[in-house]
């Protein structure tokens, strides 16, 4: 018997798990901060720093990275702390293996905070942690045969995402920004988190094109008859090309940003007061690149006058389908009546469900807003304000199938700068919301098949009926009895044989009889 051989590559989801941990810490400022007199905010932000695949589960170690604004006995109205704090986790996933991948990702659902004394506090944060298992070890399968008309071939046809290539790689973005001259010069910068939003990722000619902004809002203090908290802000442009192995069609990449590195410094202009600050960035860029396959696949065979021995493979892949995005604004009203000047506004979105509805995906979520800002009154101080803002959205999505799938994530692509300068203020704030849409794919494939000895099953009746049953199909009974699809729809002189019902009775044509 001949056969010919092929090879795929993909990668096949072996499991799935989804949990939580909870990362409770007790909390040191640094020896060069102030002690606290009142804690206002705490934010953590979640950074993996190793992960693998072990026997049934993940493994997971990584920090949680806490930025504390607080207020201290000093003329200084705000002041800002980093900290962090290590964790390990394990993700239970049932068939996981070592040396397999792993696809993990952790977002921070809640977090608790509490003073102990001018030097320590206390920090719970809840983290939703979610992982897959993932083998893409090349595969070889049986792709035709070709021994006769006595062996009985079925084929099927699918498309799957054949990776190309993963791509870890850096880009560094330099600039200064420049303090308005409306705004006292800089004493000290408290506080540089980027933004990075605008992302777009396209192939051209071969090569991942990869563009974003990293949106930069500042605060520093400064030296007036009263030191006051300032804030400043800057977008930077960047693009970044990735070289593919080879030029092919249908080749679609998808791309995951972060912040790796951030450095600001403070400099003096030419008339001598500091309101220059240069600022080096260094994003980091994780490129998938993947591209649409189609083949054709054996997945059962049989001899009408002899035994195969046929050995199968199940595959569990998914197939992207659709990739798209939205916009939603969020806007909220602000108490400004108890504000006399707003210093700070962090947003942290999530999305809390992504669903497929009719021809729809449906997104909601939650915009946590931290905002600090300097109470009316002679005697106030900072205060802080913590909302959670409801959003949602819609994505359209064509020829949505049953066995669909979707994930979404969202980002910050803009915060309306007139919260912190206008006298009656609203929060605005514009998320982008990208979905991907997918199927999961589930195929047998025959990969090997040989002859063995053996005599075929011999009918003793000269006529052999058969009552079809549930989930019967023409060639399991075929296969049942060594004889062909052909003849038994010949014989029984059935219009479409895609279409049975069960309890028909069916007349079996004899093992090897043409």
Known sequence: ??????????????????????????????????????????????????????????????TVDFEIIYTAKTQQPILIAHQEAEFSHYIDILGALPMMESDVKCRIEHTDFSKISGRKLN????????????????????????????????????????????YM????LRGTIEIPQNLPPAVEIL?????????????EEGKIIISGNVYLPILFSTEEENTDVCRASDDMVFTHTIELPEDAED?????????????????????????????????????????????????DAYNTASILEIEKKKLVIENTCFMDSAEVVVKEPIPASEMEKIYDLTCVPSITECRITEDMVDIEGILESHIIYKSRGEESGPECIIEEVPFKTQVKVPEIKPNMKCHACVDIEHIDSGIFTKKEPDMKILLGCKVLVYEIIEKELVVKMEEVEGELPIHKSSITIYVVQPKDTLWKIAKRYYTTVEDIVKINDITNPDLIVSGMKLIIPKAGKR
């Open 191 to 203: 506080k540089c988190n980027g933004i990075i939003h605008k992302k777009e990722t396209s192939i």
């Open 251 to 299: 080749v679609f990449a998808s791309c995951e940003y972060a912040i790796n590195d951030l450095y600001t410094e403070l400099k003096e202009d030419d008339a001598g007061e500091a309101r220059l600050i240069d600022v080096e960035i260094v994003v980091g860029i994780n490129a998938k690149a993947k591209k649409k396959c189609q083949h054709t696949i054996v997945v």
């Open 169 to 172: 790689e850096q880009t560094v």
């Open 123 to 166: 920090v719970k944060c809840v983290i939703d942690a979610e992982g897959k298992a993932i083998e893409n070890t090349p595969l070889e399968f049986v792709s035709n045969i070709d021994s006769g008309r006595d062996t009985q071939v079925l084929e099927d046809s699918f498309t799957w995402d054949e990776p190309i290539g993963e």
């Open 1 to 62: 018997m001949e056969y010919g051989r092929d090879v795929v590559k993909f990668d096949q989801i072996i499991g799935e798990g989804r949990n939580q941990m909870l990362v409770e810490r007790d909390l040191i400022l640094p020896d060069i901060n102030p002690d606290i007199a009142k804690i206002l905010s705490v934010l953590g932000n979640v950074n993996i720093t190793r992960q693998s695949v072990e026997q049934d589960r993940i493994g997971i170690e990584g």
